[in-house]
């Protein structure tokens, strides 16, 4: 059952963009950021763009998991690949990443034993069924997918699997969305909030946003007529004043979130000092690391890493483009040196990326003299 | 989990529920899309054949409300 019928209904979505169109000042520009890949994903996808008056500008956000990771964390994946023994697990969309040394992918070609799993407890499963590797989980995500390895790790505790490890880069949702508020002349009316990282953390937790940056947080769920349904909510804010964190996700999205998954996570990671993110630097306390009480399952503690500092390239804009400050078609390599078939940036790997997304549904609804890569 | 070629993991952006057709202490067999996976239900205390449930990685996050 795929449950999203009601949610993709057309009389819905239109009904919603006349609300929308109603509740905006003529002439005056909204800007929204929708934090998460999953909904610029849907956005591109369902051409929602179309069903906006020009006053709604949409941003996309830093919110996609594969986007943020650094180069140099790549890098540090292939070395362990590399080592003797070892057998490297992770999604799909990591194997596709460029480090400064290529990709997993490649490395897989030059003979290291690098898989793909659709979960952390696929990688566990994998270590019980060959004793001889070492199976090491790079592991990537926020708190949306922190949970499926702190589970993992009780797991492997608790059945003393001991051929198994996590390569931990995990990442918290917080710190980037400080780090765009703070940032000099951006300028953003209010946030579409992501769904399912909410799930696990609860709505309570962005209420630093309305609090100390007053800017409105509609937590959303993916469907179209969600996202529209979010958007309206947010100029309804605006219209009467108020400023708050709303819930549109109610389905699913509790206030506190899920406290047992909150608590899996805290029994086995903790705050790293610092953590460095594709495009908005160094960032304190943004990211997950194992707690020493999991060293025995700790790749980083278990095998040296480079642990080298990779600058992008130099034509690559993905930085800009998480933070919002261009838009996917703005960057120079977009659609050119840049494609889904040969990414340059992380923007352009996974389908959450804003530049994939935009790549797969929207260019060709540009204009043909703006449109990216036209000859 | 509800993996979709067009999609990534990473993310399990869509409201796709899951409904469980098989318990079996903390491992639920769930349908999706016509298939049967096996999702882990250590972080949904209580879950009951039939529930729908978020699933991501492999793990299941939490329990739809029965809406709309």
Partial sequence: MRYVDEYRSRDLARALSVEIAELVDPGQVVRIMEVCGGHTHTIYRHGLEDLLPPEVELVHGPGCPVCVIPMGRVDDAIALSEQPGVTLATFGDMLRVPGGRGSLLEAKARGADVRMVYSPLDALALARKEPDRHVVFFAIGFETTAPATAVTLLRARAEKVSNFGVFCNHVTIEPPLRAILETPGLRLDGFVGPGHVSTVIGTEAYRFVPEEFRRPVVVSAFEPVDILQSIAMLLRQRREGRCEVENQYTRVVRPEGNLRALAAIDETMELRDAFEWRGLGSLPRSALKLRPAFAEWDAEARYPLPGAQIDDPKACQCGEVLTGQIKPWECGVFGTACTPERPLGTCMVSSEGACAAFYAYGRLRRPVKERVGAA | ?68
């Fill in chain 2, 1 to 68: 989990m509800t993996v979709r070629p067009e999609r990534c993991i990473t993310c399990a952006d869509e409201a796709v529920a899951a409904r469980v057709v098989l318990l079996d202490g903390l491992e639920a067999t769930v349908a999706v899309d016509g298939r049967r996976e096996r999702v882990a239900v250590d972080l949904v205390p209580d879950t009951r054949l039939g529930d729908l449930l978020l699933c991501h990685a492999g793990i299941a996050l939490e329990r739809l409300e029965a809406e709309p």
